[in-house]
């Protein structure tokens, strides 16, 4: 990936990876941000404008402004998501980082993510990163995804564990 060289070379990487998380962070958050990177009726013009507008207020840094133009000039900023994710996937490549899949019940505090953090670190050796999503559906605890593993500790998967054991009696 073009961006990827570009970042390491300039020694910008982490900035880049900041940024590109935000930006998808804004694609999540926001429709009317959604709905501009994938409205094909808006003319370059007016999509550079405004990607500009947002360059700017975002605070991102010179290399992302200019790859966000060259992903408007290209009509390829539908594509953003995707790219940033790929990006982020990169950069915790290059770092010898682990990308943990966290599933909870509901949304973590700062103090609850850091100490997950900080045991996974210590159980995998490997410094992680975390893509949390909220499933209240879990009822309570945690699904952890790193790789193909998968520790499940949610109340619902415990729960269903009872009920079939019980039918088995």
């Known amino acids: 990936m073009a961006l990827f060289a570009l970042a390491l070379e300039e020694k910008s990487l982490d900035a880049s990876a900041k940024d590109l998380a935000s930006l998808a962070r804004m694609t999540e958050e926001s429709e ?8 094909p009726v808006l003319d370059q013009n007016t999509q550079q404008k405004t990607i ?4 700017k207020k975002a605070k991102l840094q010179k290399l992302t402004a200019k790859f966000l133009g060259t992903l408007v000039t290209n009509r390829r900023l539908n594509y953003l998501q995707k790219i940033s994710a790929s990006f982020l996937k990169l950069v915790a490549d290059h770092k010898g980082e682990v990308t943990a899949e966290i599933t909870s019940a509901q949304k973590l505090t700062k103090t609850q993510a850091d100490a997950l953090k900080k045991k996974l670190k210590k159980t ?12 209240e559906t879990l009822l309570g605890g945690l699904r952890v995804k790193v790789g193909s593993r998968v520790i499940d500790s949610s109340l619902k998967t415990k729960l269903e564990n009872l009920t079939l054991q019980m039918k088995g009696v």
Do not use: C, E, P, R
């Open 32 to 39: 009317a941000f959604a709905n501009l990177l994938k409205n």
């Open 52 to 55: 500009s507008a947002i360059a």
């Open 124 to 135: 995998l050796g490997q410094d992680i990163s975390f893509d949390v999503t909220v499933d």
